[in-house]
Structures are given as C-alpha cells and as structure tokens.
C-alpha cells in the first residue's frame, strides 16, 4: 500500500540561518537557474530534427491506425472510421506518410462496405488510388461497392486492373467469371429498355397518321449485312 505523506505548508518549516543570510543570493542563483531551464525547454522542439519530428508523427498515426483495426475486428465500424479519420488528420502535412494514409483510405472503404454505403466505399477507394494506383486491395474493394450497386461493367475493370498488378488473384478471377453474364444481361436489359423508349416516340409520332411502329419492318441484306425498311399495313 502507497502511503501520502501530508503536504507540509512552506510557512511551517523553519528556513535555516545560512540561507536567510544569503537570501539574495539564492535568489539571483535561483532566476538564473530557472531561465536557464526554461530555454532548454522552449529550444526542445527546435532541437529535434525534421526526420525525427516525421518519425514521431508516423508512430502516432501507426497506434491511431492499429486503434481502428481492433475496433474493426470488433464490429465497431463508426469508431472505427473515426479513428482512420485520426490517423489521416496526424498525417495531412507528412509527405512520407503516402503509404499510411493510402491504407486508412482503404480501411475506410472496408468499415462503408460493412456499414452498406457503398457509394461512400467508392469515394473512399478512390482516395486511396490516388495516393497509391497499384494498391490491389483497394481496386478489389472498390470492385465489390459497384458490384453491390450493380455497376458491374466497372466491378470489372478494377478486377481486370488487379489481376494485371497480381496475376495470382484468385479472388479477382472467380469474381469477373461470376460477373461477366451479370454484365451481359444487364446490357440486354438496357438495350430492350432504350429500344422500347425509342418505340414509345415514334408511335407518338406516328399514331398522329393512324399508324406505329410495327408497321415497318427492318430486313437485313446477308450479302451486305445492311438492313432495308418495308412497310407493311
């Protein structure tokens, strides 16, 4: 057990007769000394080097880093995002720090895609891509966000990018083979969608002369490949 001693009040110690005869002394030496550690204390920080002053502020952000990660794992997502929000601000005016914030971005991404704003993990991906256009885990969360959305030509094209930066990607692989019928349907879909708005506008047209659309009929020329419009009633 710690025991605290009781404070003693400065008027209840009886000052010894050396120094009150010396008092001004003591005093003078006293200023000097104090002056003197106050410059050491305010010359601190000019001491210390650029490169150290970068070190320091990157193990901040490393521990504010692994602080997000271990919420993470826990199902924390919205502390999570707040402490890579952290790490990002440690480091907004490190220019070493490119590798480090490319990565917060990313984690960032990954706490949106638990959360399901996928749009928020597009923007967030994107961040890290600048910073760091090889960084396969961002292309692949990035690949997964649009793949929610639907958006699966572009789900894609970051498949295809990270598999040209890691060959061996599996996950990239087995995810263009699933999505490729994905992407083909939905192009039918959309051609059958514009094909049918362009039939809506020209019966509006045409039913002003008592006919429609279906009154035509396109004929492709084998030889030519070239398509010929007959009229039929």
Known sequence: MVVIEPEIALEEVEKPKVLQESSSFTTTTSLRLEDGVGS????????LTE????????????????EGNKLFGSGQYIKAL??????LEITSDVPSSIEVRSMCYANRAACFLKLEKYDDAIKECNEALELNPSYVKALL???????????YEESIADLKKSMELDPSNDQARKGIRRMEPLAAEKREKL??????????????ILGRFGMNVDNFKAV?????GSYSISFQK
């Open 40 to 47: 050491e204390e305010d010359s601190f920080d000019d001491a």
């Open 191 to 204: 051609k059958a969608e514009m094909i049918g708005k362009l039939k809506d506008m020209g019966n509006s």
């Open 82 to 87: 707040s402490q890579y929000e952290l790490t």
């Open 51 to 66: 490169e150290q002053l970068t070190e320091m502020t990157l193990k901040q952000a490393n521990d504010t880093k692994a």
């Open 141 to 151: 969360r990035r690949a997964e966000a649009h793949e929610k959305l639907e958006h």
């Open 220 to 224: 492709k020329d084998p030889n030519t």
